[in-house]
Each structure stands twice: as structure tokens, then as C-alpha cells.
């Protein structure tokens, strides 16, 4: 272990690997089976336990707890993992659950996230690249969540629920059922109610690739027929554009949970025509 600083209140059992440059800062304790990259900070009163792996240069502050054993009854015990992608900051209270035996046995999460306090990712759960949880944000067991979603303060999504990626959930919302890539929603119980236009004006998405999303949503969620012949019509039309097939392919890969439909009553998408 090169160049790692371990403060003397802190408890490293024997068989943790700890990375180069990392920092264990004061009474933190890493279990015998957790894997610390390069450059990882646990601030202080940090608990990292069972077979949890950090990505290097994760940040984690005070009273977070990495690792702890599934909320699943069904669980009989075995090992099972969570991992934790590279450059990715947790912050104050915020738990992250390893799989159970009983199902995926692993909870991954990606690299780049930002999660805030107190936000929770459950057993089981597999979650993308650059997402934001906002405090006290909810995952229960089982559930996907795609790459660059947004996940507002308060709202909890029900186990088993997709989440596509680029999606933005508002914050105090109950997420019932899977959320269409792009897609916006709120409310209690949630509703779709647009596209994340913001969203994905900040990964760079063109403006011709936003204009074709708008076009795929209004054809998929026409009321005038079914979205069974709506997703025909869409595979057809929009057969030579990945962003608008990502639609597509995500409702007719259907998961557990139903997904996401608009209000009736609403507008488009919630957009304007200068997108």
C-alpha cells in the first residue's frame, strides 16, 4: 500500500485491500472483504462493509454505510457483492445495499455518479453512468436505473422499476412503474409528463436528434390508437434514428412494472418547437 494515509481511530481488517493514494480518515471501519481503489477518501465515520468494491478516486463523507446485508427476507446469507464505479461522491448518510442470494446477488453502481445525502440504493439494483440522486432519493430492490437520470429529492421508485436513461424524476414524486428514456416525470402516484429537454440539451444532444425524440413520443403515446400500433408505426418511421428506436426498444422490452403514460388531458410533450 503506497502513499496510503489510514487515520489511528480507524479499523481496517486484515484481508481489506486499500489503493494506492487513498485516505481512511477518522473512525471509519473497512470490513475484511471490501477492495478500495487508488484515491479513494473516506472522509470520516465511514462503514464500508461486505464484498463492496470502490472504483478509484470515490469520495465518500461522514456516516454513509457501503455494503450492509439486503433488506430481503429471502436472503439466506451467502456472499454477495456492490460494486461502485470510478469518480463517483457520496455523501452524508447515503446507503448502498449488496445483492441478495436470491436474485442478481450483486448491486452495481456506475462511474461519475453524484449522490446526495441520505439517498439509498437497494439490493439488487443496477444503476448507469452520471446519475444524480438529490437527498433522501429512494431506489427499492431490483431496479434499473440507465445512464444520466436524474432522480429529485424525496421521490422513491418501486422495486423492480426501469428508469431509461437520460430520464428526470421530480423530486417528491412515487415512481409505480418504468420511465421511457428522456422522459420526465412527477406526481404521487408519478405520471409521464414531457421529456427531458434540459437533460438532454446538457449531454449534447443535437437539436435534430431532440426533434426526432419529440416526433417518437407524440407518435407512441397518440391516444387515437393503441401503443401496440403506435410502437409499429414508430419502428417504421423512425427505423433510421438510434435516439428515437432507444424509445422503442425500451417499451417493447417490457419488465415487471407497467410504464409511464401521460395524463389524459395533456399536452405534447411539454417542450417548444424550437428544440
Given at each position: 500500500?503506497?502513499?496510503?494515509?489510514?487515520?489511528?481511530?480507524?479499523?481496517?481488517?486484515?484481508?481489506?485491500?486499500?489503493?494506492?493514494?487513498?485516505?481512511?480518515?477518522?473512525?471509519?471501519?473497512?470490513?475484511?472483504?471490501?477492495?478500495?481503489?487508488?484515491?479513494?477518501?473516506?472522509?470520516?465515520?465511514?462503514?464500508?462493509?461486505?464484498?463492496?468494491?470502490?472504483?478509484?478516486g470515490c469520495r465518500v463523507f461522514p456516516q454513509a454505510t457501503l455494503g450492509g446485508a439486503p433488506q430481503n427476507l429471502k436472503h439466506s446469507g451467502a456472499r454477495t457483492t456492490l460494486t461502485i464505479g470510478r469518480n463517483t461522491i457520496i455523501r452524508e448518510g447515503v446507503t448502498m445495499h449488496v445483492g441478495s442470494d436470491t436474485s442478481r446477488g450483486a448491486t452495481i453502481v456506475g462511474s461519475n455518479g453524484y449522490f446526495m445525502g441520505y439517498s439509498h440504493v437497494a439490493h439488487d439494483c443496477t444503476v448507469g453512468d452520471n446519475v444524480t440522486f438529490a437527498n433522501g432519493a429512494t431506489l427499492a430492490g431490483h431496479c434499473d436505473i440507465g445512464d444520466n437520470v436524474v432522480i429529485g429529492g424525496l421521490t422513491a421508485v418501486h422495486q423492480f422499476t426501469r428508469i431509461g436513461n437520460n430520464a428526470f424524476l421530480s423530486g417528491c414524486s412515487a415512481i409505480p412503474g418504468d420511465v421511457i428514456p428522456f422522459g420526465l416525470a412527477r406526481g404521487n402516484l408519478a405520471k409521464l409528463r414531457g421529456l427531458n429537454v434540459v437533460g438532454m440539451r446538457r449531454t449534447g444532444m443535437s437539436k435534430a436528434d431532440i426533434q426526432v425524440v419529440r416526433r417518437a413520443y407524440r407518435t407512441i403515446f397518440d391516444r387515437t390508437r393503441t401503443v401496440g400500433e403506435n410502437l409499429d408505426i414508430a419502428r417504421r418511421d423512425f427505423a433510421d434514428s438510434a435516439v428515437a428506436m432507444s424509445l422503442v426498444s425500451f417499451l417493447s422490452e417490457r419488465g415487471k412494472r407497467y410504464f409511464l403514460t401521460p395524463p389524459l388531458g395533456a399536452g405534447d410533450d411539454g417542450g417548444d418547437d424550437e428544440d
Open positions: 500500500m503506497q502513499n496510503v494515509m489510514i487515520h489511528p481511530s480507524a479499523v481496517v481488517e486484515d484481508g481489506a485491500v486499500i489503493g494506492e493514494g487513498s485516505r481512511v480518515g477518522p473512525f471509519c471501519h473497512v470490513g475484511k472483504d471490501a477492495v478500495l481503489g487508488r484515491n479513494v477518501e473516506l472522509v470520516s465515520h465511514v462503514s464500508v462493509m461486505g464484498a463492496t468494491t470502490l472504483g478509484d
